[in-house]
């Protein structure tokens, strides 16, 4: 079984990050003993993406527990926008899709669900993987709310409170630091 704290192998800053974020969000699923280890993800399909990234470790959650399943969220809809916008629709990479779309589920930063060092970890993780939705950040607002931002104008629901975010009395809410550890 893989550490969290077991050195990652030597890869590409991009392939780095992607083990990284994988690894990050199959951890919190074990440390919570939940099952899929990333939502929508077949097991076996994940066993294999995984082994590719880390040879000889196993990710197994403990047998009979699993996770319920968290219907009327926005899980699917967010699963589809990240899918659209995969630059390389590899078999990592969708599973990558469904661990974003898991981890922007929890209740932390994005960054923290996903078990990634920081802030800017997510987003170079976001402009490598996603550039095209990643370059629609203008501002740099914090990366949940930016999805479901987009998930809102998809659907033709207006929310902001202000035409321009400058404007806006929640700008903080939205652009502001993000503290806190890993």
């Known amino acids: 079984m893989l550490n969290p704290t077991d050195k990652l192998p030597c890869l590409c800053r991009g392939e780095e990050l992607r083990a990284l974020a994988l690894r990050g969000v199959v951890g919190q699923s074990l440390k919570a003993d939940r099952q899929p280890l990333i939502r929508g993800f077949p097991d076996d399909r994940l066993q294999a993406v995984l082994a590719d990234l880390f ?32 630059a390389l629709p590899d078999e990592s990479g969708i ?9 922007a ?11 990634l060092p920081d802030r800017r970890a997510l987003s170079q993780l976001l402009r490598d993987n996603f550039p095209v939705l990643a370059a629609k950040n203008i501002g740099d607002m ?12 998809r659907a033709g629901v207006p929310i902001c409170k202000a035409p321009h975010c400058a404007e806006c009395c929640d700008r903080v809410l939205c652009f502001g630091p993000e503290e806190g550890s890993g």
Do not use: I, T
């Open 55 to 86: 040879p000889g470790k196993r990710f197994a959650a403990a047998p009979g527990v699993s996770a319920p399943d968290a219907g009327g969220d926005e899980f699917a809809d967010l699963l589809d926008l990240l899918l659209e916008h995969l």
């Open 105 to 115: 589920m929890g209740e932390n930063h994005l960054w923290q669900d996903m078990g």
């Open 95 to 103: 599973c990558l899709c469904h661990a974003v779309a898991m981890a």
């Open 142 to 153: 914090k990366w949940k709310k930016f999805f479901y931002r987009q998930l809102c104008e």
